[in-house]
């Protein structure tokens, strides 16, 4: 592959990452004015899960992104 497609590969999983940090973040502390926990309960669960797969999304980015600058 090119360096441009290793570039484009990490700055999607870099930027899906960092979403994913923060939705997980929101989804498993949130208790503001949407509704309560009331609303966000149903989300809660998904805190984790989502928490991890941004910090997965994020480590590939980064990988790539490390493969795109050694490529000549």
Same mark, same amino acid.
């Given at each position: 592959?090119?360096?441009?497609?290793?570039?484009?590969?990490?700055?999607?999983?870099?930027?899906? $990452?960092?979403?994913?940090?923060?939705? $997980?973040?929101?989804?498993?502390?949130?208790?503001?004015?949407?509704?309560?926990?009331?609303? @966000?309960?149903?989300?809660?669960?998904?805190? @984790?899960?989502?928490?991890?797969?941004?910090?997965?999304?994020? @480590?590939?980015?980064?990988?790539?992104?490390?493969?795109?600058?050694?490529?000549?």
């Amino acid at each position: 592959m090119k360096k441009a497609d290793y570039q484009l590969i990490a700055y999607i999983g870099i930027v899906l $990452g960092v979403l994913f940090l923060l939705g $997980g973040l929101w989804a498993y502390y949130y208790r503001g004015w949407l509704g309560g926990p009331e609303f @966000v309960y149903p989300i809660k669960e998904y805190g @984790v899960p989502l928490f991890v797969g941004g910090v997965a999304l994020l @480590v590939i980015g980064i990988a790539f992104l490390w493969r795109a600058r050694e490529e000549k």
